[in-house]
């Protein structure tokens, strides 16, 4: 059985996330955050996601966290 590590990516372009990315929210090297795009707002910084975490869904500031695509 072969295993595909993920890979992560930091996004400092919010316009380059669409709907349905996996994406992380880290501060300090700790992620706070993991989940699916909904939306987006890119001149405002800020990124909203459905937690996998917590179920609930997640505004994400730039200022706040830094952002990290997840692909398998």
Do not use: F, K
């Amino acid at each position: 059985m072969t295993t595909i590590a993920a890979s992560t990516a930091r996004i400092t372009d919010l316009g380059t996330l669409s709907a349905g990315i996996v994406v992380e929210a880290r501060r300090n090297d700790e992620v706070y955050y993991r989940g699916r795009v909904e939306d987006t707002a890119p001149g405002l910084g800020v990124v909203w996601i459905r937690d996998d975490m917590a179920g609930h869904r997640a505004i994400l500031h730039l200022d706040e966290y830094s952002i990290w695509r997840i692909s398998a």
